[in-house]
DNA sequence: CTAGTCTTCCTAAGGTCCATAGGCAAATGC
DNA sequence: GCATTTGCCTATGGACCTTAGGAAGACTAG
């Protein structure tokens, strides 16, 4: 038998493109046999399961926002860091919402660790170090950050602000200057 | 044959409490037909298919997601209301883990428009009419607190603040009170 | 170069779930 | 009391996940 050359990395990506076409929940290890040309037990050499490869394309996810977002911040500080940070997060969101999706599922805690997870966390310290909030308050704003990208990226993607006019990219503008001046007048404990 | 009594409301019931205990991905029609003692082929009499199941639970979990939050703002103004309002929404979210991932299903256009969706948005309009923000700085408003909301329950649900020690209803205060003085100082367009 | 080993792919098979078709019997309505 | 409707059944098939065991290509040591 002729060797299809499949390798994790090609099925990680593979599976990332598929996420991005047709939605991470639909990445099976069958449509990814069909489109190497193999039988779909002949994937089980390259994987452990189905619940592996979708862990790998989560991965995948993380580094690649990760370095998205630490290209959009670098030489920038205080509300340019923010917009740029907050900037790169949605427009990869936008791009590859099936990635995205995956960078959002519940990674057990070891592979957590050897995640991007923390690049993330330590580059939403970075922009707040303009704003001088002490701790506990920066952890608490590192929380909310995340909250609004996260959840202002999620409604979007799933259409909530689609049942009115106003522009989404205004309000995201409007919004980032709202938590702008909330880092500003960050109510200290 | 004994007839066991099954009717849409007690699946849908039967779904939402299945949602809570295992994940709203793991409420199956097989599984809703071991619970109620029939074939599964059976439940087709009273559902469509496996995705109306679903539906029924994101409606079921939108109309009390609705209704809690209604009674928690009820007479209050303000930051009142705000604090009142996040409260019972994350509340709902830590009691009914399965029905708040339900809640956030995509609904086609029809069924989202008889779902309790527009009720919430209403009552988010409520909270801000104490700091009358004229439009569009109203809806961009709206459209933050439901990502704040929204993504701190996310995240705090998937185990993204586990991480750190900082305690996260501390966090979740800070947030609002971070959250009221945006909407106070909201930066006029 | 050859023989052994590892890797990649296969067939076969069993499990879960979703869904439809067609039938029988209990419940309901006139 | 009889016809209709409704609730449940069996049978069947498709999609997906996974394991076991085997064959043949690819690598490696002697």
Known sequence: MARAGVTVERLTRAAAELADEVGFDKVTVAALARQFGVKEASLYSHIR??????????????AELADDVAAAVAGRAGKDALVAFA??????????????AAARMELDRETALRSAGGRHAE?????????ELPEPDQTDAVRMLGA???????????????HHPRDVDASWASTLDALDSALRNWPRS
Chains 1, 2 share one sequence.
Do not use: W
């Not at 619940?51 to 991965?59: G, M, N």
């Not at 900037?87 to 995205?100: L, M, V």
């Not at 580059?123 to 704003?131: E, G, H």
């Open 87 to 100: 900037g790169a997060y949605r427009d990869y969101a936008k791009r590859h919402p099936g990635r995205y």
């Open 49 to 62: 399961n189905a619940h592996d490869l979708k862990t790998r394309v989560t991965l995948l996810a993380l």
């Open 123 to 131: 580059m939403t310290r970075a922009i707040l170090r303009a704003y």
């Open 148 to 162: 609004v990208f996260h959840g202002y990226v999620s409604l979007e993607t799933a259409g909530a602000f689609q």
